[in-house]
């Protein structure tokens, strides 16, 4: 009996022990990526797969307010201690447009390994945590308004002055989150260089489908060469796949026009 009990301790223990090296293990290669970051930023997630093959993910979370951000865990049962929450490039992700089966845990399986190994990292986090992390954003959803001119003048005119010097997304952002889109667009000629835009002019529509003027100066002109062949081929238009030409680019006024 003596023995049986032993033998029970010996297994408790190297179980125990087994499952805190492994541990140990996990935190020691996600700490290396992630002090390494360097390597991963501005890169496919394929790379990052490809360095984490004795480490796979197992499930994994993704909420979206403007911003993707996932977060991965390397455990089948949840008692993995430590996660990586990334935040994608969202330029990258307009490409894409979409992802799916957000704001719930997921299996990592070869679909999603598929789905996400294009995407491009913008920041990697390692945390010690058990549980997944509900990430939040604003205040919830904002009224709606039938004139797009009450969010311009109360909101745009408070906080414009947070957008300047921020990338345009931003206020991609600010719109999406007040029911409004870009439907078109005027790109207005650098003065001093006919090659370069310095001034766009956004045409906007809301959910009521009334429509506002917002001028953006950029902090950097954009080249017309950019533009060009959206312009050929949307006209005034704004579509998606335009929008990556602007959504990195920073703002350095903004004002609305009626």
Same mark, same amino acid.
């Given at each position: 009996?003596?023995? /049986?009990?032993?033998?029970?301790?010996?297994?408790?223990?190297?179980?125990?022990?087994?499952?805190?090296? !492994?541990?140990?293990?996990?935190?020691?290669?996600? *700490?290396?990526?992630?002090?390494?970051?360097?390597?991963?930023?501005?890169?496919?997630? =394929?790379?990052?797969?490809?360095?984490? %093959? %004795?480490?796979?993910?197992? *499930?994994?979370?993704?909420? /979206?307010n403007c911003l993707y951000e996932s977060q991965f865990f390397f455990s089948k049962d949840d008692k993995n201690?430590?996660?990586?929450?990334?935040?994608?490039?969202?330029?990258?992700?307009?490409?894409?447009?979409?992802?799916?089966?957000?704001?719930?845990?997921?299996?990592?399986?070869?679909?999603?390994?598929h789905d996400y190994k294009n995407l491009i990292v913008k920041r990697i986090t390692i945390t010690n945590t058990?549980?997944?992390?509900?990430?939040?954003?604003? &205040?919830?959803?904002? %009224?709606?308004?039938?004139?797009?001119?009450?969010?311009?003048?109360?909101?745009?005119?408070?906080?414009?002055?947070?957008? /300047?010097?921020?990338?345009?997304?931003?206020?991609?952002?600010?719109?999406? &989150?007040? /029911?409004?889109?870009?439907f078109a667009v005027e790109n207005v000629t650098d003065k001093k260089d006919s090659n370069k835009i310095s001034?766009?002019?956004?045409?906007? *529509?809301?959910?009521?489908?009334?429509? !506002?003027?917002?001028?953006?100066?950029?902090?950097? =002109?954009?080249?017309?060469?950019?533009?060009?062949?959206?312009?050929?081929?949307?006209?005034?238009?704004?579509?998606?796949?335009? &929008?990556?030409?602007?959504?990195?680019?920073?703002?350095?006024?903004?004002?609305?026009?009626?």
């Open positions: 009996m003596n023995s /049986y009990i032993k033998s029970l301790f010996v297994f408790g223990f190297m179980s125990l022990f087994h499952k805190a090296n !492994a541990q140990l293990d996990t935190l020691q290669l996600l *700490k290396k990526i992630e002090i390494n970051q360097k390597d991963y930023i501005g890169k496919s997630f =394929s790379k990052l797969l490809n360095d984490l %093959k %004795k480490l796979p993910p197992e *499930k994994h979370y993704t909420t /979206y201690k430590y996660k990586m929450t990334i935040r994608w490039d969202y330029s990258m992700i307009y490409k894409a447009e979409v992802l799916e089966d957000i704001n719930k845990l997921n299996i990592f399986d070869k679909k999603t390994e058990e549980g997944v992390h509900v990430m939040s954003y604003g &205040r919830g959803a904002l %009224k709606k308004y039938e004139n797009p001119y009450v969010y311009l003048d109360e909101s745009l005119e408070r906080e414009k002055d947070m957008m /300047y010097g921020e990338s345009f997304h931003y206020f991609i952002c600010w719109l999406q &989150r007040r /029911y409004m889109r870009i001034q766009s002019i956004f045409h906007i *529509k809301n959910s009521f489908n009334k429509s !506002a003027k917002v001028v953006v100066d950029w902090d950097s =002109s954009i080249s017309k060469k950019q533009v060009m062949q959206y312009e050929k081929a949307n006209g005034c238009t704004f579509r998606n796949d335009e &929008r990556n030409v602007y959504t990195n680019k920073i703002i350095k006024k903004i004002m609305f026009c009626k």
